[in-house]
């Protein structure tokens, strides 16, 4: 069974950073793309980031590009999501999945999913 548990997040000022896992668990995810998602009030679900496993090729949106870095521990099967300068409009509930398919940023093409984790940023 195919696990995603997130982590990290919180309530913080804005400029502050915050740094989100994933631990990934229940399969190989070789070829698989580590995908980081945001959802905020009353809003669709935002692709953010995501990393291909194998390699570590990353793809982000424009408006985290420079602000926000994706990483991975092959060894401990875990994804970060290094937040810096966050904004107010950067609050959301963060999802962390994995797809088969690499830069998409269509989230019906993640086939797992973790439950999420909330970030706040005061102004």
């Known amino acids: 069974q195919v696990q995603l548990v997130e982590s990290g997040g919180g309530s913080v000022q804005a400029g502050d950073s915050l740094r989100l896992s994933c631990a990934a668990s229940?399969?190989?995810?070789?070829?698989?793309?580590m995908g980081w998602f945001r959802q905020a009030p009353g809003k669709e679900r935002e692709f953010v980031a995501s990393m291909r496993w194998s390699g570590g090729t990353t793809y982000y949106s424009d408006s985290v590009k420079g602000r926000f870095t994706v990483s991975r521990d092959i060894r401990k099967n875990m994804v970060f999501l290094q937040m810096n300068n966050l904004k107010p409009e950067d609050t959301a509930v963060y999802y962390c999945?994995?797809?088969?398919?690499?830069?998409?940023?269509?989230?019906?093409?993640?086939?797992?999913w973790g439950q999420g984790t909330q970030v706040t940023v005061s102004s």
């Open positions: 999945a994995a797809g088969p398919i690499w830069a998409t940023m269509t989230p019906s093409q993640y086939n797992y």
């Open positions: 229940g399969r190989a995810f070789n070829g698989y793309a």
